[in-house]
């Protein structure tokens, strides 16, 4: 998937409502394209147009999720 995204492949990522999982697994891919949870989450947002993440929970996971990768603590 990740591969493909950079080979420029369009990618539909989905779930059962397209907002909880989805956003999550489409936020973490961004994470690893160089963008923040919060650039990640409005941009999903936008294009989904409604709010991601659903939960609390999955606006921390993601957060821990960015930490892992860069290192760095985004307390927004």
């Known amino acids: ?41 409005a941009l999903i947002s936008k294009r989904r147009r409604v709010p991601v993440p659903d939960t609390p929970e999955q606006h921390h996971w993601i957060l821990k999720h960015e930490k892992q990768i860069t290192g760095k603590e985004n307390i927004l």
């Open 1 to 41: 998937l990740y591969h493909g995204i950079l080979e420029g492949s369009h990618t539909v990522v989905h779930c059962r409502a397209g907002i909880g999982r989805a956003g999550m697994t489409a936020a973490a891919i961004l994470l690893h394209h160089g963008l923040t949870t919060p650039e990640a989450f």
